[in-house]
């Protein structure tokens, strides 16, 4: 059984994927306290129902679409993901898994598409992330960097160069707070140091100031 928070069908918002119709399984719970965490509703384990992989799968039944992404909360959180990862793939959904990089992705079916958060200091958890993930990763992972001000992107500009090796030529993700880093001014220091990363606007947030749930 997974502990679910809401299922939803909506634009992808972040990752390479931004602007595709996708459906959202967000799962309730998370080991981490974001200094800018928009989706305190899924954090708590209490938050959320408990239902099996095959009610989820049949929920999602009811979409024209092939892109599903799991997020949270934090997914990795429930073993019992890695079976939902596995029956989505099996039935040739095209699946992204959003996790804040804290715990292990091993034991995931690696073709699933991991969209990894590293927390900035920013973020006021920096120092969970899972630096044993970086030797698992594949061409078509993505890192994502959530920036809350200058020093978050001279940090993570810090860890690309420390672990270049690992990385290499990932697709990597700047994206800003708003309310506190203009991205304006993360793209002038994206270009000024030639930073071989995306700069990404949440889409759904700027199609839907108000909406804090469900888009
Ligand atoms: S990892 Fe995600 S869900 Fe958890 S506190 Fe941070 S932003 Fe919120």
Redesign the pocket.
């Known amino acids: 059984m997974l502990n679910l928070s809401e299922i939803f069908y909506s634009l992808q918002g972040e990752s390479t994927f931004a602007g595709l119709p996708c459906l959202f399984v967000r799962l309730a719970g998370?080991?981490?306290?974001?200094s800018?965490?928009?989706?305190?509703y899924?954090?708590s384990p209490v938050a959320g129902e408990m239902v099996s992989v095959a009610e989820i799968v049949a929920r999602l039944a009811g979409y024209q679409v092939s892109l599903v992404e799991i997020t949270?909360?934090?997914p990795l959180l429930q073993p019992e993901v890695a079976g939902l990862v596995d029956k989505l793939l099996d039935l040739n959904f095209t699946v992204l898994l959003e996790t804040?990089g804290s715990l292990s992705i091993a034991g995931i079916d690696p073709g699933v598409f991991f969209i990894i958060?590293v927390k900035t200091p920013g973020?006021k958890?920096a120092t969970g992330f899972n630096v044993a993930n970086l030797t698992l990763l594949q061409p078509h992972h993505q890192l994502k960097f959530v920036m809350v001000d200058e020093a978050d992107f001279f940090w993570s500009l810090d860890f690309l160069t420390q672990h270049k090796a690992e990385i290499g030529q990932l697709e990597t993700i700047f994206s800003p707070v708003v309310s506190s880093f203009a991205p304006a001014r993360l793209a002038e220091l994206m270009l000024e140091h030639q930073v071989n990363a995306r700069l990404q606007l949440q889409l759904h947030t700027r199609l839907w100031p108000d909406c804090d749930r469900g888009r």
């Open positions: 998370c080991n981490l306290d974001c800018y965490c928009d989706t305190g899924a954090r949270g909360g934090e804040n958060d973020s958890v």
